[in-house]
């Protein structure tokens, strides 16, 4: 009787489901025609209407893992971390033992495959376990099943030698005289996890090469946390629900701050294990999820804190920035973290950190992301969040583009408050200790923070001191004028460095429509919109919230002031409220309905700076509705600067430099003509007057002035040079640098070449070449790689002198070859040098 043995198969479920289909049947046709025992595949009972099958259909593992006689382990990344390679392998490491403990011989159940490359290292029992591969072919080793399979009639070969030896090691396998014994339901539960073995020593070697970047001077902060409608917030908090005139914070339409806790940013991790920290560019997110990771990292050190102080108990943070436009796969985490670790790093560490709750996300700059891939960067986070539920996670984000109606009751959001009056004092001190600051004008900004509570109020953002600072130490500090009492830098310029500060600069586009991409939440649209429409917008928003409460705006009220036709023809509301919250960091979303200036003093600066330079913005109307003397104040400031010294119209300037108006587009197009033709030095001029971009000039009889104007000339790739006899050198053309072809056509008294020395010119034609040596220096012009030399006669005395030219540039260091053919009439005769640069001499022959 022929032995039947079971085998199952391992590997991660809902992906390449019909490869994994057709792999499994082409290995059970071979194993059908195999000599020898039979193979059966254990296979789950059919599901239910409705079911599914894999990890979220009730299974924690594989089935059959736990009674067949073989495991096929199919391999790949997605099956270390997404997979159930952990579950799996905590049973046959299990069975191996128990098999090992009864025989004394270690049973071989489990057959390791490379369904994908793994490029980590394999992890203990899997690697003792992988006797397979290292005898098979590299197309096996380098590629994997999965590719074979999909690319079967290319690799049909290779393909079918790699079932063969599949089939024949199950087989040996099978015929072992040491099965692993069986497992029921009950065992399997309780087999303790295999894969990490390895883990803990990994992780301390992780740890030590994972280095935080914080700030020398640790400033402290606050959280601003929305209380929830069910309760107050966790945790030791401040009450702050209470406007300063007395009435109560918030109202039905959201015009006014909501109720709000305040807690230590140092208890953050009490809030929950779901935590998104919304704020505008510049507020310290990055500072505060580095120091998270320090205080992760520093946990066990001595007189540093206590074990169990960790956040969230977790010993491994993993801090990813999307800065480069996506976020890394679960095994690209430790090579962007700890690069120098990442070859020990055994197959699913991270993955298997996240399931137990070891490590925690922080999750930092997904407000780089671009708009086309942003949707997919959150279906990926969200996806990661359900599959590692056990997981802390931190999201730094301004709120735009963010999923809220997916987010549900599982995040707790939370902003971080401005900075007080002593920290902007001990930030300014810090940037000064630590950078080549000037400590003067640091004092004389302190000085104007104790008079200016609108400079200091601007000033709330870390990265808005820091502007500040630069400002005040740029042309006109003190100490830098020279005199005895030197002017101080204007609060206009003060506060518009403060409020450009998380303003992020790109290329100017026009307004168009934009290629199809996936739709981004907030957003109607892809298309850049211009930094010009961006002041605008901002100034309006201004002006539009000058009669609320506080810096927060309803969603619909925003929406409706960008909808002005004022603002922009082309943008929409949704894209000019993300643009101004991705790129010019003047507003971000702390709500899914609710839009929020950094602070009422960056709102003010906005609105005086709106109704200073915008035509028809009537001010004197709107400070009557609105009273405020900081607004009239800086309202007449404003108006004083541009009347004395010509203030650019501009909202925003770049931080650091002068303020400049930027255009709403591109320019238009240059116009571009293909060939001209000139006479005289007066043509050329109208030429480069009409700024016309010309491919080929072609210059008759005398034209003075070439060595000036040829470099002015935009777009010129090719010069001819005709009928000029008075012509005995070429033009300086060094300032040419398009220039690519010169032809000169009948200028016999030609003599001087060298201006090819420091020129860019590829390719060199002259006709007629006078009766002489083809000079040597044309090797020394750098770009010059073909030369035609047409000669006028074809005589024994031609044929003479073009034997001479060739023999200069032979001795020169050029080959020659010389053809002599037999001349009949029309016929050119060539001599070529066939090394750089090719000189070729055409002589015209007569009958």
Same mark, same amino acid.
């Given at each position: ?203 301390? =070697? ?183 539920? =056990? ?245 007449? =400031? ?210």
């Amino acid at each position: 009787m022929v032995p039947v043995y079971r085998y199952a198969v391992s590997y991660a479920h809902g992906r390449d489901e019909a490869w994994v289909a057709r792999f499994l049947d082409e290995l059970r046709r071979r194993l059908e025609t195999m000599d020898g025992p039979r193979f059966q595949r254990l296979v789950p009972p059919p599901l239910p209407p409705g079911g599914r099958d894999g990890p979220d259909d009730g299974r924690e593992g594989s089935f059959g893992i736990e009674t067949a006689d073989i495991v096929l382990a199919l391999c790949s990344p997605a099956y270390f971390n997404e997979g159930p390679a952990q579950h799996d392998w905590a049973i046959l490491a299990l069975r191996r033992s128990l098999g090992q403990a009864r025989t004394g011989v270690p049973p071989q159940t489990a057959l390791p495959l490379v369904w994908e490359p793994v490029d980590r290292r394999l992890p203990g029992p899997v690697a003792t376990a992988d006797l397979f591969a290292a005898d098979q072919l590299p197309e096996y080793r380098s590629l994997g099943l999965a590719l074979m399979t999909m690319q079967a009639p290319r690799y049909r070969a290779a393909l079918d030698r790699v079932l063969d030896a599949i089939a024949a090691r199950m087989r040996a396998m099978a015929e072992a005289a040491t099965p692993a014994p069986e497992l029921d339901d009950r065992f399997a539960g309780e087999a303790p996890d295999a894969l990490s073995a390895e883990d803990a020593a990994f992780t301390e =070697q992780f740890r030590k090469e994972v280095t935080p970047v914080l700030p020398a001077t640790a400033v402290p902060r606050t959280l601003n946390i929305p209380v929830p409608v069910s309760g107050p917030a966790s945790g030791p908090v401040t009450d702050r629900s209470i406007s300063p005139d007395g009435g109560p914070h918030g109202s039905a339409d959201g015009s006014a701050a909501p109720p709000e806790h305040v807690l230590a940013a140092e208890l953050l991790p009490e809030l929950g294990r779901r935590i998104l920290l919304v704020g505008p560019p510049g507020a310290g997110h990055s500072t505060e999820l580095a120091r998270l990771a320090g205080r992760a990292l520093d946990d066990t050190a001595p007189g540093r804190a206590r074990p169990g102080r960790a956040p969230w108990g977790c010993r491994i943070p993993f801090v990813l920035s999307a800065r480069s436009g996506a976020l890394p796969r679960l095994d690209g985490m430790v090579p962007m973290l700890a690069p120098l670790a990442a070859p020990q790093e055994p197959a699913g560490w991270a993955a298997r950190q996240l399931r137990s709750g070891r490590a925690f996300l922080a999750v930092d700059d997904l407000d780089a992301v671009p708009v086309s891939n942003r949707s997919a960067v959150w279906e990926w986070l969200l996806h990661l969040l359900r599959t590692h539920p =056990q997981a802390p996670c931190v999201i730094a984000t301004n709120g735009t583009g963010v999923p809220w109606d997916r987010l549900g009751d599982t995040f707790r959001v939370a902003g971080l408050g401005p900075l007080t009056s002593d920290g902007v004092r001990t930030l300014l001190d810090s940037l000064v200790a630590t950078a080549s600051g000037d400590r003067q004008a640091r004092t004389a900004l302190l000085r104007r923070f104790d008079s200016d509570p609108l400079l200091l109020g601007v000033a709330g953002r870390p990265a808005a001191a820091a502007a500040l600072l630069r400002a005040a130490g740029g042309p006109g500090r003190p100490g830098r004028s020279g005199g005895p009492d030197p002017e101080p830098v204007p609060r206009h310029r003060l506060l518009r460095a403060g409020v450009s500060a998380g303003w992020r600069r790109t290329r100017e586009e026009t307004a168009g429509p934009s290629s199809a991409s996936p739709p981004v939440p907030g957003l109607g649209s892809t298309g850049q919109v211009p930094d010009s429409v961006l002041r605008a917008a901002s100034g309006l928003l201004a002006v539009a919230a000058l009669g609320l409460d506080s810096a927060r705006i309803p969603l619909r009220t925003a929406l409706g002031a960008l909808r002005d036709p004022g603002a922009s023809d082309a943008a929409s509301p949704e894209r000019l409220l993300a643009a101004l919250a991705d790129r010019a960091g003047v507003v971000f979303r702390p709500g899914p309905d609710t839009v929020a200036f950094p602070s009422p003093e960056v709102r003010t600066f906005l609105a005086a700076h709106h109704l200073a330079h915008a035509p028809g913005a009537d001010a004197d109307e709107l400070l009557v509705r609105h009273p405020s003397a900081e607004l009239g104040e800086l309202l007449t =400031q404003l108006r004083t600067a541009e009347a004395d010294t010509d203030t650019p119209r501009s909202v925003l300037a770049t931080p650091g430099g002068t303020p400049r108006r930027l255009s709403a587009g591109s320019p238009p197009p240059r116009p571009a003509v293909r060939r001209a033709a000139v006479r005289s030095s007066a043509e050329l001029r109208a030429l480069l007057r009409a700024d016309t971009a010309v491919a080929e000039l072609r210059c008759t009889g005398p034209v003075d002035g070439l060595a000036e104007f040829l470099p002015r000339l935009p777009g010129l790739r090719s010069l001819v040079l005709a009928d000029d006899h008075s012509l005995t050198a070429l033009p300086e053309l060094s300032g040419c640098r398009s220039l690519r072809a010169v032809r000169v056509l009948r200028c016999p008294n030609l003599r001087e070449l060298t201006a090819l020395d420091s020129s860019t010119v590829m390719f060199l034609d002259i006709d007629p070449w006078p009766d002489r040596p083809v000079p040597a220096g044309l090797r020394r012009a750098p770009w010059l790689s073909r030369v035609d030399l047409a000669t006028g006669g074809g005589g024994p005395g031609v044929r003479a002198a073009n034997r001479a030219g060739a023999n200069e540039v032979e001795a020169a260091g050029a080959g020659t070859e010389a053809g002599a053919a037999g001349a009949t009439d029309g016929v050119s005769q060539e001599v070529e040098v066939v090394e750089l640069p090719e000189v070729r001499i055409r002589s015209r022959l007569r009958g």
